[in-house]
């Protein structure tokens, strides 16, 4: 029997033993498509050789360094490059190993800053019901994640949660995009002024998104009028790009579609493509000199942070998004996928939504699409279609809770960057044979 402590402890998982691109292998010989890159992970697919050859060199050279002793030429370049493409006045990158290590940053980098520049009154964060942004305790309760948060919530630091901007579900009779947006945006205003105009330490979102609510980006002006808000009260702006980030909606960061530069920004993910687990949390020059000019010491670290073989693998895999015209591909392709789930789902009874941005994709299920009425959360529909596509060859991620944390099931697609037009069919006519069979099993 397994000694190994699963995420499941009655799911019988497959070993996984190759990937060469879009596919997984595992030791019975099953192939699976890799529709959502795992956790919107694997923008390269598997078995990119320019990426593995980069993490080799780098074993040859040193493998660790610890950064409470040397900096390395890995994360020297890495950072630069990010920098480099970064929007507004990013100019720093912290290394860390993972997305909620990224956010855990962030919140506490924030934290120092206001405590470094004479504000020590400011602690409160504020973020948005139906957000994700990671599982250790701080990221936790930040994000608007019910059901993740539930069982550690007396752990938790207190935080505020406003309104999600999701406009198919939150969008009143007669108001454009446009008007949803600046109201449910507003109401992060009402929320500083609650708590207290000075004491308001940051704002955290997603520009699009990811596991909670499925692929779903704000509408146009939105994030201007958060901006606005953050300035207006001496708020710092924290823009989580963990899944979102990094070409995946077609632009290396996601909030430049948006128009609007953030104070501090996490990054993960696709950023080690899967090749190595890294994240980086960014920061604008004022927050770096207001700790560099104070303590001179940001109070915070782990082992691992800055690991050379990782940031190797972000140098490489940063460098082929940008220098293979991925991005262009993202986009491309991400309409053509977008296209086909819309001629095959369109007019679904139970499909009610097809959104997001570029291979970021997410389709809502619901019992009634005119009432877009939701299935009973007690038959599990998202579980039951994920063990569905599976049995059918296809990794897929679904979730439920959509709605309100309890209610609503939808389904995130996030493929690699290198899929071609007959993989988009695959995993179309896949995502059609499981949701026929999930439908007639309950």
Not at 29 to 37: E, H, T, V
Not at 231 to 247: A, N, R, T, W
Request: net charge negative; proline share 4%; hydrophobic share 40%.
């Amino acid at each position: 029997m397994s000694k190994v402590f699963p995420r499941h402890c009655k799911a019988n998982t497959p070993i996984a033993v190759a990937g060469k691109g879009v596919y997984i292998v595992d030791s019975s010989g099953k192939q699976y498509i890799d529709a959502s890159g795992g956790a919107a992970v694997s923008c390269l697919g598997h078995g990119d050789v320019e990426i593995v050859q980069a993490i080799e060199s780098q074993l040859a050279n040193i493998e660790f360094a610890h950064t409470g002793f040397f900096t390395s030429q890995a994360a020297e370049d890495l950072a630069e490059l990010l920098i480099k493409h970064a929007p507004g006045s990013l100019d720093r990158v912290y290394f860390v190993s993972g997305g909620s290590e990224a956010v855990e940053a962030a919140i506490k980098l924030a934290r120092q800053y206001f405590v470094e520049t004479g504000q020590p009154q400011r602690q409160h964060v504020i973020s948005r019901l139906q957000s994700y942004h990671g599982n250790t305790l701080a990221a936790l309760a930040v994000g608007g994640n019910l059901w993740r948060r539930e069982p550690f919530t007396p752990l938790m630091l207190d935080t505020s949660h406003i309104a999600p901007c999701y406009a198919y579900r939150g969008k009143e009779a007669g108001e454009s995009d446009f008007d949803y947006g600046q109201r449910v945006a507003n109401e992060l205003e009402v929320e500083i002024k609650r708590r207290g105009e000075d004491k308001v330490m940051a704002f955290v979102a997603e520009p699009v998104v990811g596991a909670t609510l499925g692929a779903v980006p704000a509408v146009e002006g939105y994030f201007k009028r958060i901006r606005e808000i953050c300035d207006q009260f001496g708020v710092l702006l924290i823009l989580d790009e963990v899944m979102c980030g990094m070409g995946r909606t077609g632009s290396l960061f996601a909030c430049e579609q948006d128009g609007v530069e953030p104070d501090i920004l996490t990054i993960a993910k696709g950023l080690g493509a899967g090749y190595q687990p890294i994240g980086a949390t960014l920061c604008t020059d004022k927050i770096y000199k207001a700790i560099e000019e104070g303590s001179g010491f940001f109070q915070h670290g782990h082992t691992y942070v800055g690991h050379p073989v990782a940031c190797a693998a972000g140098n490489a895999v940063v460098n082929a998004i940008v220098d293979r015209g991925l991005l262009d591909q993202v986009t491309t392709q991400g309409h053509k996928l977008r296209n086909r789930l819309v001629e095959q789902f369109g007019d679904h009874p139970h499909i009610g939504d097809i959104r997001g941005r570029g291979l970021f994709i997410g389709l809502e299920i619901v019992e009634d699409r005119e009432s877009k009425a939701a299935f009973s959360a007690a038959l599990g529909l998202n579980k039951r279609f994920k063990k569905a596509a599976f049995e059918a060859g296809m990794v897929c991620y679904p979730m439920g809770g959509t709605i309100d944390g309890k209610s609503g099931d939808h389904v995130l697609l996030a493929p690699p960057f290198i899929i071609n037009d007959d993989h988009i069919n695959e995993i179309v006519m896949t995502l059609d044979v499981a949701l026929q069979e999930t439908l007639q099993a309950i």
